[in-house]
């Protein structure tokens, strides 16, 4: 079956980094695009990035642009996104999602002083 385990998130300072992980499994990781999702404590769920299958085309929600950015790693099924000059209103809990039918647990990002 298929299977999303994000990992990597934590409590940043603002001006701070952070890289998610994503291990997937159970379907063939190289063949599909795949996204990070976020959702705020109140707020819907947003499309944060996503990516090719082949990893050439990236795409990004505005408030990220020039500050995230999504990998991937097809020999090791792993999609990344690598964080950097967090802000406070990147506070969420982030999601991994193929083709937005199968969702991973979520890690949580806190960006706060």
């Known amino acids: 079956q298929v299977q999303l385990v994000e990992s990597g998130g934590g409590l940043v300072q603002p001006g701070g980094s952070l890289r998610l992980s994503c291990a997937a499994s159970?379907?063939?990781?190289?063949?599909?695009?795949m996204s990070w999702y976020r959702q705020a404590p109140g707020k819907e769920r947003e499309l944060v990035a996503t990516?090719?299958?082949?990893?050439?085309?990236?795409n990004y929600e505005d408030s990220v642009k020039g500050r995230f950015t999504i990998s991937r790693d097809n020999a090791k099924k792993t999609v990344y996104l690598q964080m950097n000059s967090l802000k406070p209103e990147d506070t969420a809990a982030y999601y991994c999602t193929l083709q937005g039918h199968y969702w991973g647990q979520g890690t949580q990002v806190t960006v706060s002083s």
């Open positions: 159970g379907f063939a990781f190289s063949n599909y695009a």
């Open positions: 990516i090719t299958s082949g990893g050439d085309i990236a």
